[in-house]
Nanobody
Framework: QVQLVESGGGSVQAGGSLRLSCAAS????????MGWFRQSPGKEREGVAA????????FYADSVKTRFTISLDNAKNTLYLQMNVLKPEDTAMYYC??????????????????WGQGTQVTVSS
């Protein structure tokens, strides 16, 4: 059974940084896509970034691509999201997601099969 467990969320002031982690277990695929999504109350789930296990392809939403960095440690089955220069509009629940194969349509929730429970990120001004 595949499990994705996020950690690293918290509360920071604008301009600060956080690093999210997503530990995957029970995932026996050799080629897969893992991504980060976020959702705030009343809004749709938004794709933030994704990484392909076959490397080095990474994908970012325009709103974060100069501030966030996604990385995937295949040996540890762990996905990371380094978030710098955080803004109040980054406040959301952040979810880790995974699917088999390449990161086609990386920012669509429908592209992913497995989901974590989420970790809250709150950025104050």
């Amino acid at each position: 059974q595949v499990q994705l467990v996020e950690s690293g969320g918290g509360s920071v002031q604008a301009g600060g940084s956080l690093r999210l982690s997503c530990a995957a277990s029970g995932y026996g695929y050799s080629r897969y896509c893992m991504g980060w999504f976020r959702q705030s109350p009343g809004k749709e789930r938004e794709g933030v970034a994704a990484a392909y296990s076959g490397g080095p392809a990474t994908f970012y939403a325009d709103s974060v691509k100069t501030r966030f960095t996604i990385s995937l440690d295949n040996a540890k089955n762990t996905l990371y999201l380094q978030m710098n220069v955080l803004k109040p509009e980054d406040t959301a629940m952040y979810y880790c997601a995974a699917s088999t194969g390449y990161c086609s349509n990386f920012n669509s929730p429908r592209s992913y099969t497995y989901w974590g429970q989420g970790t809250q990120v709150t950025v104050s001004s």
